[in-house]
């Protein structure tokens, strides 16, 4: 209502595009292309004084409405032929034939049949060269009183009769197979017709020139995406259709006046309404124009669907229902969805916000991809390459599901859905929660001042805090990718792997080989590194991560909270024997493995790098071994371990075998 009396929406009677399976007009944002196999119709034109004059054509069935034949200006092939008229076959009216650079020399003879309509290149030929259309495809797949004889066949049997017709009068003269590339439906996939018949239309070329410095303006993530909503600018050349006929949808709040047509639209409320038409009677008491006080009838035809949807970011903040809401939210919203609807729901929003409030929908713009199948086709219930989500879920978990499309691809890049790869995913949660679990066992200290912490505690809180220092910048580009990766990296390979098994000795401290100050150091740091882990991985994942929060930390829950931060002062040199530490932890892995040894067996003494002289307490519990020197040993009974693609050598000196 608002935008109608703003002298934004008007009624014309114009080609449209027509859906023969939804049975409606469809606005150009709901066409998408596909290729189909057809056959190139070679046939004869008669023109008085000249030889017959050839023209290839896909569409036989609409010779009935053929309203010209164009050539282009310097085909010399032509030239005599310009101005002249061509009798159009089977039909014999006489047609003009109009040079027009619009013609594609190489294409066919050079000679082009222009119908109402074939396709966009005809409907805007008729209107440049104010030719009066024939109406030959009826809404319901066939042909009208136009086409004669073939009135009331579908138009595929109308295109095979009519060709054979043309062979049986010896008009046409050859046949060839062809790729088209053709307008359907985006959700049916049926080519569609351009049909004229009266429409009402949104005012929406006027706000182009607008829209693209919204667009160019706006933050997009990924920014790429961005120019799949400049090419849409670009390519529109008419206003948008709005009405639809449908049985089900939003009504078109409209009323007509029997005694003179005059369409009435009810007066903008303090509370606006919801209007049927079709079953109600007209709010208002008299037409407007003719001031007629009775006769009125509803109009019964339905809004397109993106009417609805496309205020539906501006519904949320409470526009029209909570000015305050609206006054502090407005202009403050990111618009989260899919790449498949950037040219309808995102367009569709950001021209009815400017129109309505002169000023952008959104702050910034997220765009997904798809989930694909193993053909990459994006999947959908239709296509039937989409398997019931619910029964997946269940079994996997929601947090796998989520974390699984962010760990695959990239932010606005396909998923290719791999049912196995997400089971594996869904370990990773189970590893969540079991290093959860076992964290949980030691009790939470009181804040430990970091330079306090061993040096080795130190280093832990050290690497956490590089993570976080990795995955911030990519956060902030709403790309959870990287993170993901990095994030499930750290989790398992580093924190379950080697400093869970390595502070465990410390942090149970059965033997009393350890202070109480450095007992509490272990238990703070794994708490610590517990609790950034859930932080950052609440986004991905906010059901598993806020019951560990819930459990341990917070009862309010972890979505209360910040996300992790860099802290300036956790820094460690140590971090720079990282890879080291690893290396050695899994050269004493190796040797035990090679040896027959359980990894719970103790060894009497070995020699590991003097770089990992501050962690020689905890290596001690962690791998069982009662003396650690370094450098290389002396005696010859040491077993020297190098791993695999690494100049990293420890010396092992291999427990003593009992005697019988």
Known sequence: IEIWNKGLVYSDYRPNNWCFDCGTTIADAEVEYAERSTKLHYIYFNVDGLEPLEIATTRPELLCACGAVFVHP???????????????????MEVPIIPSPTVQIEFGTGALMVCSYGDQGDIMAFRDHELTPIIAVSTDDTMTEAAGAYAGMKIGEARKKIVDD????????????????????????????????????????????????????????????????????????????????????????????????????????????????????????????????????????????????????????????????FQKA??????????????????????????????????????????????????????????????????????????????????????????????????FMTKLYNIARFISMFPIPESIPFKTLTPVDQWILAEANSLVERIVPECDLLDFHKPAIEIRGFTWNFFADHVLEM?????????????????????????????????????????????????????NGIHHH?????????????????????QTNSGFWKFKRETGLSLR???????????????????????????????????????EVTLPESEIVIYILPPMEEKE
């Open 503 to 555: 502070i465990k000795g410390r942090s149970f401290n059965t033997y009393d080989a350890f202070s109480e100050d450095e007992q509490r150091s272990a238990w703070f740091t794994l708490h610590e590194v517990l609790k950034i882990i859930s932080r950052a991985l609440a986004p991905i994942t906010p059901f598993i991560t806020d019951r560990i929060y819930r459990d341990l930390y917070d009862e």
């Open 330 to 427: 407005f202009g403050n919203v990111m618009r989260p969805q899919a790449k498949d609807i950037v040219r309808t729901w995102l367009y569709y929003s950001l021209l009815r916000t400017l129109q309505l409030t002169g000023k952008p929908a959104f702050s910034e713009v997220w765009v997904a991809g798809h989930v694909v199948d193993d053909k990459g086709e994006a999947m959908s219930k239709s296509k039937g390459n989409s398997p019931p989500p619910m029964p997946i879920v269940e079994k996997y978990g929601a947090d796998a599901m989520r974390i699984y499309g962010a760990l695959e691809a990239g932010l606005g890049s396909d998923v290719r859905f791999d049912e196995d790869r997400l089971a594996g995913v869904s370990k």
């Open 166 to 325: 043309l062979k049986e009068k010896k008009l046409l003269f050859k046949q060839e197979d062809s790729v088209q590339r053709i307008p359907q439906c985006w959700r049916s996939q049926t080519p569609i017709e351009f049909v004229a018949m009266d429409e009402y239309y949104v005012k929406q070329k006027d706000f182009i020139e607008q829209l693209h410095k919204i667009v160019a303006d706006t933050p997009f993530y990924p920014s790429f995406h961005r120019q799949i909503l400049i090419d849409w600018l670009n390519r529109v050349t008419m206003d948008w259709p709005v009405s639809r006929r449908r049985f089900y949808g939003t009504e078109l709040p409209i009323w007509y006046c029997n005694s003179c047509e005059e369409p009435i639209v009810p007066e903008l409320t303090d509370e606006p309404r919801y209007y049927q038409p079709w079953r109600e009677n007209p709010p208002f008491t008299k037409c407007p124009k003719c001031n007629a006080e009775e006769g009125f009838r509803g109009e019964e035809r339905t809004f397109d669907t993106w009417m609805d949807s496309s205020i539906s970011g501006m519904q949320v903040v409470g526009y029209m229902r909570d000015d305050k809401l």
């Open 601 to 639: 067996q103790g060894l009497p003494e070995a020699y590991i790098s003097e770089n990992l002289k501050p962690w020689t307490k905890d290596l001690q519990a962690m791998h069982g071994v009662e003396k650690i020197g370094f450098g290389k040993p002396k005696d010859k009974k040491f077993v």
């Open 562 to 582: 910040s996300y992790p931060s860099v802290e300036k002062t956790w820094i460690s040199n140590l971090t720079e024997n990282t890879e080291l530490l690893m």
């Open 74 to 92: 310097n085909d010399e092939r032509y030239t005599s032929y310009q101005g002249k008229k061509a009798k159009v076959p089977l039909f014999g």
